[in-house]
């Protein structure tokens, strides 16, 4: 099929919804069901949780990596309990266990950048999970340091990937109704993760060779999310790009769209599967998907914009402090008068709860309020203890109570902005087109500005001091408000399509 009859066909589609509607509501420019009604998203809950559910499993492996590394990394170092003769090792290579599997994600969404709209979202997951398992294993049966970084890097490459294609794969796939809270579900599967790595590295950290059987506990999960991946189906909304950029047989793929949707959606869809690929047809030849994405295209335009919207929400998400204030965590609750704080562990899984609580209250807010609403509102908050911890290490450090309030404060309005929402947004927010090389964009900048808030952190508080620091992250914190207010967009119940074509 050339591209003359594509055009056509699409055409055609365009015109047989655009009926539907009164002239008066069409404009000049004719937009497809842009100010309409969509047919509605019948689906089936049930159905809708499994679509989501896998992906998040990638997220799950990722969080913990970060709570079992911590535990992981004191059980190697031990004498009596590492089982290896390796065990004393210089802080640079405790390091590299640390930071491997973020040199790994860097290389992993780098990797995303060229494969993504090759391999699809399903596919890119799959890859995902084989590379978790791979990765757990070397490092699980790791006979010296080297073969356990390499383990870590594997591993890592398998989080790039996975934090790329599960947001990706659940906006496309998950009703407009929900889609929000799902991809927020998936950022409480991350703190979920990193609860459980505390806590089973803290069950296993006084066995031999405990470090182990840390790794090796992702093992399963990643084969149940490989296997779990492997029988969902493909995204029908890459089915339908492919389509439209004529990869494909028309037909043939506009067939699998709608079967990928009754799939998707379960027996409630009924009858309108057709009719609901036709709309997205039409609507993605609106926006002229049919185009393919070229790398100069990335920054200019609606794309450019795109990505200025997601890049800086992301950025701001690392540099406005989190990892720092986390770090000070331990001597604030001691300070206050919490004797068993002395435990970082236990200070961890606290903390891991109380984020669980609040990114919980986004999952069950997102839809109803918005994205903005909870972006601006949690990073005001944010704002606000960021200056009451700098003020308290500065002036008031006989009110350790308030550094506790104000730790608390901060962690909690996180997790309602920052946290879910970023990784929500850069998942809408890029067109269908460039969403695979916008987004892997995207998680190259999170992961990079998360290796360059760790590794300048211990520095920049030796040449500041901590008051002065948190001042400095109450600062970019208030620009991030701005950036906030004047240039991210709701899309609050809107589909993808929708808003490609009103907020870029």
Not at 142 to 160: D, F
Not at 280 to 298: H, Q, R, S, W
Not at 355 to 373: E, Y
Not at 422 to 438: A, D, H, V
Request: include cysteine.
């Amino acid at each position: 099929m050339n591209k003359h009859d594509l055009k056509i066909i699409l055409t055609k589609e365009s015109d047989r919804i655009l009926i539907h509607k009164k002239p008066s509501e069409i404009g000049d420019t004719q937009e497809p069901l842009l100010h309409g009604v969509h047919n509605s998203e019948n689906y089936s809950l049930i159905a809708a949780i499994l679509p989501f559910l896998f992906p998040a499993l990638g997220g799950l492996l990722y969080g913990y990596d970060i709570g079992a590394t911590s535990c992981a990394t004191i059980s190697v170092e031990s004498a009596t309990l590492s089982g290896v003769s390796w065990y004393n090792l210089s802080s640079v290579e405790i390091g590299l266990i640390t930071s491997g599997s973020l040199y790994g994600a860097l290389i992993g969404s780098l990797m995303a950048f060229n494969i993504a709209d090759f391999l699809g979202r399903r596919r890119e997951l799959i890859l995902a999970a084989l590379l978790y398992l791979l990765g757990a294993l070397v490092t699980a049966v790791a006979p010296n340091l080297p073969v356990m970084v390499i383990g870590r890097l594997v591993y890592g490459i398998g989080i790039g990937l996975a934090m790329h294609a599960a947001p990706m794969y659940i906006a496309e796939t998950a009703p407009s109704a929900i889609r929000g809270r799902l991809i927020s579900l998936k950022e409480f599967f991350i703190v979920l993760g990193m609860v459980a790595g505390y806590g089973i590295g803290s069950l296993l950290v006084d066995i031999v060779a405990g470090w182990r059987y840390m790794y090796g506990v992702s093992a399963p999960l990643a084969i149940i999310m490989g296997i779990g991946m492997w029988w969902l189906p493909a995204s029908p909304r890459w089915m339908l790009l492919r389509a439209i950029q004529g990869r494909g047989n028309m037909n043939e793929l506009k067939e699998t769209a709608i079967s990928c949707l009754c799939r998707l959606r379960g027996r409630a869809i009924g009858d309108s599967a057709p009719e609901q690929v036709d709309e997205m047809l039409a609507e993605l030849a609106y926006v002229g998907d049919e185009k393919e994405a070229t790398l100069g295209e990335m920054f200019h335009g609606k794309c450019l914009k795109a990505l200025v919207i997601g890049a800086g929400l992301v950025l701001f998400q690392q540099i406005t402090g989190q990892p720092s204030v986390l770090y000070y965590a331990a001597s604030i609750f001691q300070s206050a008068g919490f004797s068993e704080a002395s435990d970082a562990t236990r200070v961890s899984i606290l903390l891991g709860a109380f984020k669980l609580i609040m990114t919980g209250a986004a999952v069950l807010l997102v839809d109803r309020l918005g994205r903005r609403p909870l972006l601006l509102g949690g990073v005001t908050g944010m704002v606000i203890s960021l200056f009451l911890l700098g003020s308290y290490y500065l002036f008031f450090d006989n009110a350790p109570v308030a550094a506790v309030v104000a730790l608390l404060l901060y962690v909690g309005c996180y997790q309602i902005s920052f946290g879910p929402i970023g990784w929500l947004m850069i998942s809408e927010i890029f067109p269908l087109r460039l969403r695979g090389r916008g987004l892997s964009i995207a998680v190259l900048v999170n992961f990079a500005a998360n290796a360059l808030v760790t590794f300048a952190f211990s520095p920049l508080k030796a040449l500041l001091g901590a008051g002065i620091l948190f001042y400095v992250f109450g600062a970019i914190a208030v620009a991030s408000l701005v950036f906030i207010f004047f240039i991210v967009p709701e899309t609050k119940g809107l589909t993808l399509e929708e808003i490609e074509a009103k907020c870029l």
